[in-house]
């Protein structure tokens, strides 16, 4: 399922366009703040223009899944793209590995 995620820009499934990681967040109205990595493991931390923030996760260079994390605040974001880079959080979905 979180494969089939649709793109922001184009509008296919997030695993078959080539979007850049910049043309997803302007769309989205989402600014990036930081970004973390580990081995073949990538995590984009982001603020909405609403003032949530949230992470996208990467594997490989393929897109994994996005989180929204509202109520939290930036450093909860963080904490997860830290986790999910250091293989504390995964996603039981993930076919990448």
Known sequence: MYLQMECEVCGIPRYKCDCTKEEVMKQSGRVEYHTYGLENREAVVFKYDDGTWG?????????????????????????AADNYCSRVKNFENNQTS
Do not use: L, Q, R, T
């Open 55 to 79: 992470c996208d996760y990467y594997e490989n260079s393929v897109f994994i899944a996005s989180e929204k994390y509202e109520g939290h605040s930036e450093e909860y974001a963080e904490s």
